[in-house]
């Protein structure tokens, strides 16, 4: 079974949904994403875990743009020493590889970081010079994958800047949401026929 997450009702994917996905709607955040994933493991064989959704667009990251992160990390964590190891062999902020899965369905993804967090980010919360996107789900999602070995693929859609000006407020974007449903719903399909086989949980950095 492939386990698709998203976060809020307006984030499921349209369209006819394959037998093979499992729809999990987890709720906002860290703590909520892993821990309804987590239940649904205790019942069901999750061989591969996509987390899709909306996020924000970071670094020149436009409106709209599909996200197809080839690393995430989590950006709230502090610990007021990079020296100090979060433990299990991981180090600080816990960066993660993805696997870079090529899809017909997603032609010119962003690919970069993807940085998550509890909190909302703007123009006044400096959290990565780098990263190409935010969200609240994909780092903790990602690790409970790479600790279950279960084969972990994010896509996401841009719905704000989080870090500037923006052509349409969230709500327009929900709005325009609702009609012609999220961009990654086709994405969704590919993936769970083309399965876990042949993704390659990535070598990480020690």
Known sequence: MIAVTYAMPEEKPRG????????????????????QVAAHLRDTPIEMIVSVGFCGGLNGTPQGALVQADTTEQWDLYLNDLDIPLGHGYAMHCPLKLPEIPLASVPSPVRGTLISGD?????????SPHAVAV???????????????????????????ADGPQEKTHQ???????????????????????????????EQSP
């Open 16 to 35: 006819e949904i394959p037998d093979n996905v499992l729809l999990i709607q987890t709720g906002i955040g860290k703590v909520l994403a892993v821990s």
């Open 119 to 127: 909190r909302f980010v703007d123009r006044t919360v400096h959290v």
């Open 135 to 161: 969200d609240m789900e994909t780092a903790a999602l990602a690790l409970l994958a790479r600790e279950l070995s279960i084969p972990f693929v994010t896509v996401r859609e841009v719905s704000d800047i």
């Open 172 to 202: 327009m974007f929900l709005e325009y949401i609702q009609e012609k449903g999220p961009a990654y719903s086709d994405a969704v399909r590919e993936l769970a026929a083309r399965g876990p086989e042949g993704i390659a949980l990535p």
